[in-house]
């Protein structure tokens, strides 16, 4: 291979690695004092290169030159460094006590505001900025081109380490930072006001994520979907670099950008799939990442459902609930009982996530992996094998299955946060599979024609079918929880310690339920596939895993029923709310976030505790 | 300054539904040591932390320097001039001991010569060998010098001392209390939480017992040393 071709590479990677350290620079700084894993960090990031890309060519109309360019750049970074302090003053400092999960999912809310008010404010079209005046010419390197502004962005990434350093081993702002990343109370009592300080480090994490948004406008066009991109991105560098250590996001970012410049010369349809197996890789070896530390975090902060003895009721409930579903083509137009089955399926999917969450303490935040797994199993085999339905749904379980048991066996050696962001990593590559391997996977067209065959063709047969099934998986389920299985991941979720001493193998209940949860999600994304008659990789997105989860957090963590509620609700609002307004994503990502500010126990789990008050 | 800094009626605090204290009342006096005397789980540390509003407490008045801090945030209590070495020291570990040092910089309202980290190594000979020493590098005596050290660049008037003798090494019990009088010498009040009640016997001005979360005695330590019956009623010795 010709030498000069490597080293083009080999910058292009650095060039791509300079930009994702800044950004994840910022997270990991944000994280470190606060605690939160800021979903909405990609989100600054997209509006750093937004605000970037219309403003910078509105400068360089006043005053042609580099200095209306870089101002420009800086310009962006700095309002959106105002806008983390805004975040800060809101939202994060309302929710620095509250359990991960929901932080997660109040900080995905502020995801779905920006993603309608970033359209709204500057359309929906992708703006590509100009390019930096006086490094317009590319120069050469060994015979070849090679922009000159990527040389810029190759020392931005250094330069940014070396100013964080400074501004943290050097200066009192940084040490009281790396003091409060360690100990808030103990700042506290010695007179600092820990609020300043906290809103002081946002300003300073979106101002990185500004950053690196602002200094990309040249290479790529700020369009919608870079905030979902770049969050997953980050949360690699910082799994692999270790949670809060910026050093370790350096090297974890180099390796990242060199493997996807070089991992484009072995498949070249997936360079995702390459940066998956170096995670893999260096969480078998070491955990914690390059540089991390083991985190305390997670062991106390797990929610779920309370362990209370199953009521008499329930069963009677059920059953009623049943009988009710079942006489629902009797009366119901087509139209409903499309939206009844999509209901079940649902469900089943809210149901699955329930018993890693609510009953594992797992918070998997990448469920939609499972579920896309199921559905496209379940669409390839129809495309390849010409399979019916009875045959493809079980194949798609078990594809889903065996992608549970792969993610799992990484997944259950992790706590808390990392559980989190390893899983959402997972499911985002799978997504970046579905989409770019367009051989297999149909790209973004998906795969067409999965229909029931004749028998199961009529909408209330595929209803009734799809109701019988969901119905027995969920018995089946329920009586998991109950049974010294959901004990033991009951016991794992509230003291993990205590689990492991009394001989419970933690890691193998866990790595089973994550099997579990899989194929049941498979199977709600192989029923889903065959109700639509089509697979695309949205199943697969990172929105659809936060839909499972805003069911659970609708309908209530700690009690078994309520992700079932929880779905019913929420597609029925959709299916209600959405054709009336172009901006249901901000109007769910608010719900969301007052969701997790008002009642955060859920609409089942807030009558389950206003009858125990009443009792 | 002299007179009456902290003054306490009635304080009340509870982990839950479980109530720790039961309406104390106490006072420490400018430049005295007070020690708060009892056995463990008798409430002297929740007392402290009550104090700082790090556990939520209700008292008829709770005053520092006249002023009222029920409610107030913990920081700027500490701000009024009310220092806090915890009984887990609660070191920086991954600062090192200057960086732990500048941590606890703040500049006093007092008259006094403000603490510099020159008259801290003074003070504490063993820190002033290991400045850029990390605090997880440290020993429990080391990291307890280092604590009150870090409390006493904030300039405080007066010191909530948890503990300062547990678990650390026999032969710097007696470099602590010697630390302790040169605090008091340097005009720092201090409130002392002790189980060890030889150690709050050689240092201490005045003794409040505490047994279950009530107030036992209040008074010169003198009376409590002299007064056999209460102390074998409280402290069993």
Sequence with gaps: ?615 | MTGLLLDVENLKASYGRAQVLFGLSFRLQAGEITALIGRNGAGKTTTLKAVLGLVPATADRLLFKDRSILGVPTYKIARLGLGYVPEDRRIFTDLTVEENLEAGRRSGGSERAPWTPERLFRLFPNLAAMKGRRGNQMSGGEQQMLSIARTLMGNPDAILLDEPSEGIAPVLVQAMAEAVLAMKAEGVAILLSEQNWAFAAAVADKACVIERGEMRFEGAMTDFLGNEALRLQTLGV
């Design chain 1, 1 to 615: 291979m010709d030498p000069s071709f490597l080293v083009i590479q080999a910058l292009n990677g650095l060039a791509s690695a300079s930009s994702l350290f800044i950004t994840a620079c910022g997270l990991t700084l944000v994280f470190g004092v606060t605690r939160i894993v800021n979903f909405a960090h990609g989100s600054l990031y997209m509006v750093g290169a937004y605000t970037a890309a219309t403003l910078v060519p509105k400068l360089l109309d006043l005053s042609y030159g580099p200095v209306a360019f870089w101002a420009g750049l800086l310009i962006a970074a700095i309002a959106v460094g105002l806008i983390g302090i805004l975040l800060e003053v809101l939202l994060l400092r309302r929710i620095y006590r509250a359990p991960e999960l929901l932080q997660l999912l109040a900080t995905f809310g502020v995801v779905l505001v920006f993603q309608d008010l970033v359209v709204q404010i500057f359309g929906p079209q992708d703006i590509l900025g100009p390019r930096a005046p006086g490094l317009r010419q590319p120069i050469e390197i060994l015979g070849r081109r090679f922009p000159s502004y990527e040389l810029v962005l190759i020392a931005a990434g250094p330069v940014v380490l070396g100013s964080m350093w400074l501004l943290l081993r050097k200066t009192r702002f940084g040490i009281l930072i790396r003091a409060a990343t360690q100990d808030r109370d103990m700042v506290a009592a010695l007179g600092v006001n820990q609020a300043l300080l906290f809103t002081a480090t946002l300003f300073l994490g979106a101002f990185l994520a500004g950053l690196g948004g602002a200094l990309q406008i040249p290479r790529v066009a700020a369009n919608t979907g870079m905030d979902l991109s770049i969050i997953a991105e980050c949360f690699v560098v910082t799994v692999v670099g270790g949670m809060g250590s910026i050093p370790g996001a350096f090297l974890a970012a180099l390796i990242i950008g060199e493997l996807q410049a070089f991992g484009i010369l072995i498949f070249p349809k997936s360079t995702l799939v390459i940066v998956f197996l170096l995670m893999a890789f260096v969480l078998a070896v070491k955990p914690n990442g390059l540089f991390g530390r083991p985190e305390a975090v997670g062991a106390s902060h797990a929610v779920g459902i309370a362990s209370r003895a199953p009521s008499r009721w329930s069963a009677v409930i059920a059953i009623v609930v049943f009988a009710l579903f079942a006489a629902l083509p009797l009366i119901a137009d087509p139209y409903l009982l499309k939206v009844a089955t999509e209901i079940l399926i649902l469900g089943l999917f809210a149901f699955s996530l329930q018993l890693l969450i609510g009953v594992g303490g797992l918070v998997s935040f990448g469920h939609a992996a499972f579920f896309g797994l199921g559905a496209y199993g379940a669409a390839l085999a129809v495309k390849w094998f010409g399979a019916s339905m009875e045959a493809a749904i079980p194949l798609g379980v078990l594809l889903a299955a065996a992608g549970g048991a792969l993610i799992g066996a990484f997944v259950v050696r992790l706590s808390g946060i990392y559980l989190a962001m390893m899983t959402l990593a997972a499911a985002q590559i799978l997504y970046a599979v579905a989409f770019q391997w367009v051989d297999v996977t149909g790209g973004d067209n998906g795969i067409v024609g999965v229909w029931p065959p004749a028998w199961a063709g009529a909408r209330e047969v595929y209803y009734l079918v799809t109701l019988t099934i969901t119905a027995g998986v969920l018995v089946l389920l329920a009586r998991a929880v109950h049974a010294p299985f959901g004990y033991s991941l009951r016991a794992a979720r509230d003291s993990e310690s205590r689990a492991e001493a009394i001989g419970l193998r933690i890691r193998y209940h866990r790595w089973t339920a994550f099997i579990v949860a899989g194929a049941s999600a498979g199977l709600a994304g192989g029923l889903y596939a065959f109700s639509r008659g089509s697979v695309d990789p949205s199943l697969l997105g990172i929105p659809t895993s936060v839909d499972a989860l805003t069911m659970l957090l609708l309908g209530g963590i700690q009690t078994l029923a309520g992700p079932l509620l929880g779905a019913a609700v929420l597609h029925a609002l959709r299916d209600w709310i959405m054709p009336l307004t172009h901006f249901w994503r901000l109007l769910l990502g608010l719900s969301i976030i007052t969701m997790v500010l008002v009642f955060p126990r859920g609409l089942v789990g807030t009558l389950a505790r206003r009858r125990e008050e009443r009792a």
